[in-house]
């Protein structure tokens, strides 16, 4: 097949993708609310249900951003050493163990704040 062909069907795809998974989210959701109107839960069950599920995480972002920092840093020093020793196992070998790095760093940071909060 023609590259450019190729090239022209992978937004069309990833458009698709993103819309039937947007679409199928607003499908589930609906259905979760017909669900417990169907049971015949009172309106303050149903509004005190969707308020405690929509409760997350406070330190989520917090914990996301260490998480990239450390993918950042990864990367940035797996390439420096890259071109530097001409060795190519620098760029994954960093990544991934960084990125591990950065996951446990922000596990025990979370725990940590999670208590104090």
């Known amino acids: 097949m023609v590259p ?3 090239g022209a069907f992978i937004p069309i795809a990833i458009t698709l993708v993103i819309g039937l998974v947007w679409v199928t989210v ?3 959701k609906s259905r979760e609310r017909q669900m417990l109107i169907e049971r015949g839960l009172p309106a303050e069950e ?10 997350s995480n406070p330190f ?3 914990k996301i951003g260490i ?22 196992f620098w760029m994954p070998l960093l990544l ?10 922000a596990n025990l940071l979370g725990r940590k704040l999670e208590k104090s909060y």
């Not at 149903?46 to 409760?55: A, P, S, Y």
């Not at 991934?96 to 760093?105: A, N, P, Q, S």
């Open 67 to 88: 998480i990239a920092i450390f993918f950042g840093i990864g990367v940035g020093v797996g390439m420096y050493l890259q071109e530097v020793t001409d060795q190519e």
């Open 4 to 6: 450019g062909v190729i």
């Open 60 to 62: 989520l972002m917090t």
């Open 46 to 55: 149903i509004k005190q249900f969707f308020e405690n599920k929509g409760k």
């Open 26 to 28: 607003a499908y589930f």
């Open 96 to 105: 991934f163990t960084l990125t591990g790095l950065g996951f446990v760093i």
